[in-house]
């Protein structure tokens, strides 16, 4: 996010984005699913052995196909975004992390170093 010409991350709000995203990937997925299901039990619907089943079965099928296929591909590209916001927050986190391990590892150092002008090194 920007504010004032300046990047702002959030993680936690990243992660709020990332769990919605994969429950709108997980509806999608059973979507696909059921209609699957539910296109098999209207399968008979075109007939067979006749010129209109001849005519229409292809059409049926190749309709029952492309709705697999769009909602599979949606799901897809919501696991992609996912993917891509998975990224985005671990570089948000591991410069978060560095910075604090740092600030640990100097205060640590600033603690236990003896040679510091005006320091007796905590011994008094």
């Given at each position: 996010?920007?504010?004032g010409?300046?990047?702002?991350?959030?993680?936690s709000?990243?992660?709020?984005?990332i769990?919605?995203?994969?429950?709108?990937r997980?509806?999608?997925s059973?979507?696909?699913?059921?209609?699957?299901?539910?296109?098999?039990?209207?399968?008979?619907?075109?007939?067979?052995?006749?010129?209109?089943?001849?005519?229409l079965?292809?059409?049926?099928?190749?309709?029952?196909?492309?709705?697999?296929?769009?909602?599979?591909?949606?799901?897809?590209?919501?696991?992609?975004?996912?993917g891509?916001?998975?990224?985005?927050?671990?570089?948000?986190?591991?410069?978060?992390?560095?910075?604090?391990?740092?600030?640990?590892?100097?205060l640590?150092?600033?603690?236990?170093?003896?040679?510091?002008?005006?320091?007796?090194?905590?011994?008094?």
């Open positions: 996010m920007t504010d010409g300046s990047f702002q991350g959030n993680p709000q990243l992660r709020s984005v769990d919605h995203l994969e429950e709108i997980q509806r999608a059973e979507l696909v699913s059921t209609f699957k299901f539910s296109a098999q039990q209207y399968d008979a619907y075109p007939g067979h052995g006749d010129s209109y089943a001849d005519q079965r292809p059409q049926w099928k190749g309709n029952v196909q492309g709705v697999e296929d769009a909602g599979t591909a949606f799901a897809q590209a919501i696991t992609g975004v996912v891509a916001q998975l990224i985005m927050l671990r570089g948000l986190q591991e410069p978060q992390q560095q910075a604090l391990d740092d600030i640990h590892s100097t640590d150092h600033d603690l236990n170093n003896t040679n510091i002008p005006g320091s007796d090194g905590g011994r008094r």
